[in-house]
C-alpha cells in the first residue's frame, strides 16, 4: 500500500526517514509524481501528501452492502390527521398544552385517523416516558409507527408484538413490571392475580403493596382468597392495600366481620372499647386523626367497611330514611362505604341528605352526578367546597353544567375576590363547545384576575378548536369513549 | 399560489422559541380579515396588525417584539398552511398595498474606484498573504521533518499561534484550516493519513501562490477564496448571472466564536449553488430562501474553476413549493461529480451531494439500488427523523459531502421534503 508507506514515513519523520513517493499509483497521478523533486525531502513528502491525498479523496469507494434490506414499513390503511390538527399536536408537544395530549390523542382515535410519519419519533419519545397516553398512542401511529417500534428498543412497546409477560415479570423493571400487571389486569383479571400469586413471597414489601393497589381494577370475589390471605402479611403496608381493596368488595369475609363488629354498636348506640387483635388484622387503624376522639375513630371506620345492605334490616328503614334521620357521625363513615363500595342507592340517598362528600359522585349515575353538581353551582357558585364537587364529577360533564360553569366563573371575576388558580384547570375538562359564551363573558377581565382568565380562555379555546379539527362520529365516537375510560384507568395508576 | 408547509415556515423563525410561540397564535380563530393575493398575506391577530411580503419574503407587524419575523407573522404563515380558508384569497387593503409598495432603500452610492490605488491595494494583499503563506511553509516542512507523530503532544497553542498568523496576514481562511488540523489530530483512526493529506493541500496553495499570475483565471479565483480573501458584492453581482428554477433543497446552520454561519444549497437544472450568509451576535439571518420551495432567480456566482458559491441577483415572483425531485440516481454518480469537482478547485471544502432512491438503514447509513452505503453524519433525533420519513422506503436525501461522509438536511418522501434538523 503506497499510501499507507507514505504516512508511515510521515509519522516519523523526514529527519529520520526519507519519503516513499511511490511511482506506479495509475497513469495520470504518476506523472505528477515524477516531476517531485526528491532532493528536497519535506517538500517532496507534502508534494505526494497533496496529490495522493486528493487521488484518495477523489477515488473514493464506499462499501457496497450485500445484505437483504429490512422489510419496508407496510402501507397504511387509515387517512392522517388534517396539517391543522398536527400543527396543534405540534403545540402539545412543545410544552404548553402537554397536559390535553391524551385528550387529543383519543379524539384521533375515535376519528380512526393517524399521526403523520414524520411527527411520530417526537410522539413515541413523549408516549416512553408518559405512561398514562401509550395505549391510546399505540392506536393512532399506523403501520409506521409499529415499524419504527420493532427499529427503536425504546419503543418495542409500539411495535404491538407480543408481550414477553414472563421475561418481564421475572426481570423486568419495577416501573416496566407495574405496567405489565396493569395491562394485564385490565384484559385478564385472574390471569394477573394468578401471575402475582406465582411469585408473591419473593416480592418486596413495597412492591407487594403497589401490586395489591393494581387489583383495584377489576375487582371481584375472585380476588377474595388471596386478599383475605394478605392480611397476615409481615408487613403494615401490604395489609393495609389488602383491607383497602376487601372494603370494596360487601361479600367478603372482611365485610361479614365488620358487619358483626358494627351491627351491635350502631343498634345499641355504642362506641367500641378497644381495638381488638382481630380488629387490627382487618386494618383498624388505632391511633386517630387529631381533633378526632380514638373509640368514634374506631367507630367509623367500623362502619365505613360494614356492607351498607346490613342497616335497612337492622335499623328499619329505606337508605333514604336512615340517612335522613341518622347523626352527623353515621352518616359521613356510610358516605365512605357508600363510595368504596360504589353504592348508587346510598350514596344518592346521602347526597340529598346533604352529605358533603364529593367522592360519593362516583357512586351514583352519571347524569345524577352532573345534575347534582349543576344544582351546588346554580345554589353556592364556585366556592371552594363546589369546586370539590366539580373536581370529583365524571367527564362528560356537558353543555348544559359547562354553561354554568361558565356563567358562575363570569359572576366570580366581577368581584374583587383573590383568584383561585384552580379556577383554569376547568378549562381542561368543560364541554369545549362553551368556549365561544366563555370568550363573551370573560375576555375583558383584566387586573388580578388576567392571568386565571386568560389561561382558562385559551386552553378552552384551544380544545374547542381541537374537537372542531378531530371530528367524531358514529361508531368512532364510542371507540374514543373506550380509550379515554382506559386513558383514566392509567391515569389512577 | 401554493402555500407554504408548516416546516417551510418553521424555517423562518429566528429561534426555537418563536415557532412555539407562533403556534399558540395559529388557530383560526385568533385572526380576523386574514386574506392573501400573488403578493402578500395579511390578517389581525390580538389587535396587532401582520403582513407577510411573499416574494421577499419580508414581514410587518404592528406588535412590539423586536424578533424578525415575529410570531404573529409566522402564526399567520402557519394558519394559512394549516387552515388555507382563514386566509382566503382577496384583493388587499389599501394600508398592505402601501406597504408593499413602500420605497426600498437605495442600494449605496459607490464612489468611483481609483482603479491604480485598487490595484496597488490588491498587489500589496497579494504580497501580504505570500508573506504569511511562506512562514506557513516553513512550518509544514519543520511538522513533516519532526514526524506527524511529534504533533500529538504539541498544545492547542502550536496550532492557534499559526492560525493567528494567518489571520494576520490576511489569509483568515489559511488559519481555519490550520485549526482544523488540531482536531484531525484527535479524530482517532486513519489521523496521520488525514492530517497528511491536509497538510499536503496546504502545501500545495503555497505552491500555487507562488505562481499565482501563471496561473488560469478561476485558479487564481479559487486561491483567493481558498485564503479568505473576500469578494466584494458588488463585484460578483456585476458579473454573469444564471437565471434558473432554483430548488431549495437543504440549509445548514453553524455557530461560530460571533458569527453565525448560514449555507444554503439550491439546486437548478445545470449545477447547484451555495448561498452563504453570515449574522453577528443575536441577528436575524436572511429568510429569503425558504426550503422546500422553487424559486425562478437569477444567480450571480463567485468566479472559480468549480463555481458554487453564489449570491441571489434578482428573484423573479414568488416562491412555489417544491414538487419533483432531481437526484443523482446512485451514489457513484455523485461522487463522480465530486472526483470532477475536486479536480477542478482542490481546495473545495464542501459539496453538496444530492442522491435519489437511496433508503436509510441502520447504522447511520443510506444504501443506494445497487446496494452502495454512504455513512451520514446525523444526530439521534435526525436518525429517527430520516427513519420515520422513509419508513424503509426509497426517498431522496440531500446533504453536504465533506470528509467521505454526508451530512443529510432534507428528505423528500411522499412528494414534499422534510428538514432535517
Request: hydrophobic residues 45%; contains cysteine.
Amino acid at each position: 500500500m503506497t499510501w499507507d508507506d507514505l504516512v508511515a514515513g510521515a509519522l516519523v519523520g523526514t529527519a529520520r526517514r526519507p519519503p516513499a513517493i511511490p511511482d506506479s499509483v495509475s497513469p495520470g497521478v504518476d506523472e505528477v509524481l515524477r516531476g517531485i523533486d526528491r532532493d528536497d525531502p519535506e517538500g517532496a513528502l507534502l508534494q505526494a501528501g497533496a496529490v495522493l491525498g486528493l487521488y484518495r479523496q477523489a477515488g473514493v469507494r464506499l462499501p457496497v452492502d450485500e445484505e437483504p434490506a429490512p422489510a419496508p414499513s407496510p402501507p397504511e390503511t387509515r387517512g392522517y390527521v388534517s396539517p391543522a390538527a398536527t400543527e396543534r399536536l405540534d403545540a402539545i408537544l412543545g410544552g404548553g398544552y402537554r397536559s390535553v395530549l391524551g385528550e387529543w390523542l383519543g379524539r384521533v382515535a375515535g376519528a380512526g385517523l393517524l399521526v403523520p410519519a414524520d411527527r411520530l419519533p417526537a410522539l413515541l419519545h413523549v408516549a416512553s416516558v408518559d405512561h398514562r397516553v401509550r395505549a391510546v398512542t399505540a392506536d393512532v401511529i399506523g403501520e409506521r409507527g409499529r415499524w419504527l417500534g420493532g427499529l427503536n428498543p425504546a419503543w418495542s412497546w409500539a411495535a404491538g408484538a407480543g408481550e414477553d409477560v414472563a421475561g418481564t415479570w421475572s426481570t423486568g423493571e419495577r416501573q416496566a413490571r407495574r405496567l405489565l400487571l396493569a395491562r394485564l389486569r385490565a384484559e385478564e383479571p385472574a390471569a394477573a392475580r394468578e401471575l402475582l400469586a406465582s411469585t408473591w413471597a419473593t416480592e418486596t414489601p413495597e412492591d407487594r403493596a403497589a401490586f395489591v393497589a393494581i387489583l383495584a381494577a377489576g375487582l371481584s370475589m375472585d380476588d377474595e382468597p388471596f386478599l383475605e390471605a394478605a392480611l397476615d402479611d409481615r408487613r403494615k403496608e401490604v395489609r393495609q392495600a389488602a383491607t383497602g381493596q376487601l372494603v370494596r368488595l360487601p361479600e367478603s369475609r372482611l365485610a361479614a366481620r365488620m358487619a358483626e363488629r358494627s351491627r351491635p354498636l350502631v343498634q345499641e348506640g355504642r362506641l367500641p372499647d378497644e381495638v381488638d387483635a382481630g380488629m387490627a388484622r382487618d386494618g383498624i387503624v388505632a391511633k386517630p386523626p387529631a381533633g378526632v376522639g380514638a373509640r368514634a375513630w374506631w367507630l367509623h371506620q367500623v362502619v365505613a367497611a360494614t356492607p351498607l345492605a346490613t342497616w335497612p334490616p337492622a335499623l328499619g328503614g329505606s337508605p333514604a330514611d336512615l340517612a335522613g334521620r341518622a347523626g352527623a357521625p353515621l352518616r359521613r363513615a356510610w358516605a365512605a362505604a357508600a363510595a368504596l363500595q360504589g353504592d348508587g342507592k346510598w350514596a344518592g340517598a346521602l347526597l340529598d341528605a346533604g352529605v358533603e362528600e364529593p367522592a360519593l359522585l362516583a357512586a351514583v349515575a352519571h347524569e345524577r352526578a352532573v345534575a347534582h353538581v349543576t344544582a351546588r353551582i346554580a345554589a353556592g357558585g364556585l366556592a371552594p367546597a363546589v369546586l370539590d364537587f366539580l373536581d370529583h364529577c365524571p367527564d362528560p360533564w356537558g353543555p348544559a353544567l359547562s354553561r354554568r360553569v361558565v356563567d358562575a366563573l363570569g359572576e366570580l371575576v366581577k368581584r374583587p375576590a383573590r383568584p383561585e388558580p384552580r379556577l383554569a384547570g376547568l378549562a381542561a375538562r368543560l364541554d369545549p363547545s362553551v368556549a365561544p359564551v366563555a370568550t363573551d363573558a370573560l375576555s375583558e377581565h383584566a387586573g388580578r384576575w388576567s392571568d386565571v382568565v386568560g389561561w382558562f380562555l385559551d386552553l378552552l379555546t384551544f380544545r374547542a378548536e381541537m374537537y372542531e379539527e378531530l371530528p367524531v362520529t358514529g361508531p368512532g365516537g364510542r371507540s374514543c369513549q373506550h380509550l379515554l375510560l382506559h386513558h383514566r384507568a392509567m391515569v389512577e395508576l | 399560489m401554493a402555500t407554504w408547509t408548516s416546516e417551510q415556515v418553521a424555517s423562518l423563525a429566528p429561534d426555537a422559541s418563536s415557532i412555539t410561540a407562533a403556534r399558540g397564535v395559529a388557530g383560526p380563530r385568533q385572526w380576523a380579515g386574514a386574506g392573501h393575493d400573488h403578493r402578500a398575506a395579511w390578517g389581525r391577530c390580538r389587535g396587532y396588525d401582520v403582513v407577510v411580503d411573499l416574494s421577499t419574503p419580508a414581514f410587518s407587524c404592528s406588535c412590539p417584539s423586536r424578533k424578525v419575523p415575529c410570531k404573529h407573522c409566522l402564526g399567520l404563515l402557519l394558519v394559512w398552511a394549516s387552515s388555507p380558508e382563514t386566509v382566503p384569497e382577496a384583493p388587499a387593503p389599501a394600508v398592505v398595498a402601501e406597504w408593499l409598495d413602500r420605497p426600498r432603500p437605495a442600494p449605496a452610492e459607490r464612489k468611483p474606484v481609483d482603479p491604480e490605488a485598487r490595484a496597488k491595494r490588491v498587489a500589496e494583499r497579494a504580497a501580504r498573504i505570500g508573506a504569511g503563506l511562506e512562514e506557513l511553509d516553513l512550518w509544514l516542512r519543520d511538522l513533516v521533518r519532526q514526524g506527524l507523530a511529534s504533533a500529538q503532544s504539541r498544545p492547542f497553542r502550536y496550532w492557534d499561534d499559526v492560525a493567528a498568523r494567518m489571520v494576520d496576514a490576511q489569509a483568515p481562511a489559511v488559519g481555519s484550516q490550520v485549526r482544523r488540523m488540531a482536531g484531525v489530530v484527535r479524530s482517532g483512526e486513519g489521523w496521520p493519513g488525514r492530517l497528511l493529506a491536509q497538510a499536503g493541500r496546504l502545501h500545495l496553495l503555497v505552491q500555487a501562490w507562488r505562481r499565482l499570475d501563471s496561473l488560469p483565471v478561476e485558479t487564481q479565483a479559487d486561491l483567493r477564496t481558498a485564503v479568505g480573501w473576500a469578494w466584494p458584492s458588488e463585484d460578483v453581482l456585476a458579473g454573469p448571472v444564471v437565471r434558473d428554477r432554483w430548488a431549495v433543497v437543504g440549509r445548514a446552520i453553524v455557530d461560530e466564536d460571533r458569527f453565525r454561519i448560514q449555507r444554503t444549497w439550491l439546486l437548478g437544472s445545470e449545477r447547484a449553488a451555495l448561498v452563504l450568509d453570515f449574522a453577528a451576535g443575536g441577528a436575524p439571518l436572511p429568510a429569503e430562501l425558504v426550503v422546500g420551495t422553487v424559486v425562478d432567480a437569477s444567480l450571480a456566482f463567485f468566479p472559480g474553476a468549480w463555481p458554487q458559491r453564489a449570491l441571489v441577483a434578482t428573484v423573479r415572483g414568488p416562491a412555489e413549493t417544491l414538487y419533483e425531485w432531481r437526484g443523482s440516481p446512485s451514489i457513484d454518480v455523485a461522487l463522480r461529480e465530486h472526483a470532477a469537482a475536486l479536480a477542478a478547485n482542490p481546495w473545495l471544502d464542501r459539496v453538496p451531494m444530492i442522491l435519489a432512491g437511496v433508503v436509510p438503514v441502520g447504522g447511520r447509513r443510506a444504501r443506494d439500488a445497487g446496494g452502495t452505503t454512504v455513512p451520514l453524519v446525523m444526530d439521534e433525533e435526525g436518525e429517527w427523523l430520516l427513519a420515520t420519513v422513509s419508513g424503509g422506503h426509497p426517498v431522496g436525501l440531500a446533504g453536504e459531502w465533506r470528509d467521505g461522509s454526508l451530512r443529510p438536511m432534507s428528505v423528500w418522501a411522499g412528494r414534499r421534503l422534510t428538514v432535517i434538523p
